[in-house]
């Protein structure tokens, strides 16, 4: 059975640019969650999705986005890239209240 | 001030000792608590989940809630050197379906010398 799987493992990309990161959930689960964990820092709620809507979001700008499919796996986009936004973006997948994280996709913007 | 405090370490302790790790927190209105441990550059693996107060017991790990206290506890026995590294306690509110946000600690590095 196949866990939470996320992609690319590591990203490189320049201020201004934008980014699209992907998550596939666990096998039954059906809400997917992304946080932010800085180096050395716990991870930060981004937002959370159930049925291809988003029903929480964390203290994050506009610039973070998402989308959910009908297969229940979901992208997380962020637009106009700052420094500040380098970070290891995980991906959670749930049914209940346990929640199962990814490997996590590294970004890094120089 | 944060939710949900955690005392960041290092922590390096002998194999076999017994190590505790603790996390505070502030909003009376969390009642799922949970412990993540976390390999360097690996995503976060759940390790313990207790509703509400009281103990939890899994092999050589403990997990204890103080609601009263707002304080919990994850306790490691016999610990082995392939228990090093960071662990993480996170913690929600009220689960509705779809809306569930975990605050996390900072986490703690634990280091087992063999």
């Known amino acids: 059975d196949a866990g939470v799987t996320q992609s690319p493992t590591h990203l490189i990309k320049t201020r201004g640019q934008q980014v699209t990161l992907r998550c596939s959930p666990k096998?039954?689960?059906?809400?997917v969650s992304w946080y932010q964990q800085a180096l050395g820092q716990g991870p930060q709620f981004i937002f959370q999705?159930?049925?291809?809507?988003?029903?929480q979001r964390g203290n994050f700008p506009d610039r973070f986005s998402g989308h959910q499919f009908p297969n229940y796996s979901s992208e997380l986009n962020v637009n106009a890239l700052l420094l500040g936004d380098s970070a290891l973006y995980l991906c959670a997948s749930s049914t209940g209240t346990e929640q199962y994280f990814g490997p996590g996709t590294r970004l890094t913007v120089l | 001030q944060k939710e949900v405090e955690q005392d960041p370490g290092p922590l390096s302790v002998p194999e076999g000792a017994i190590v505790s790790l603790n996390c505070t927190y502030s909003n009376s209105a969390f009642q799922y608590f949970m412990w993540y441990r976390q390999y360097s550059r690996k995503g976060p693996e759940l390790l313990m989940y207790t509703y509400s107060s009281g103990n939890k017991e899994d092999g050589r790990f403990t997990a204890q809630v103080d609601k009263s206290s707002k304080y919990i506890s994850l306790f490691i026995r016999d610990s082995q050197p392939s228990d090093s590294a960071t662990y993480l306690c996170a913690m929600s509110d009220v689960w509705v379906q779809g809306a569930q946000k975990l605050v996390f600690g900072q986490g703690t590095r634990l280091t087992i010398n063999p």
């Open positions: 096998s039954g689960h059906d809400t």
């Open positions: 999705y159930y049925e291809e809507e988003e029903r």
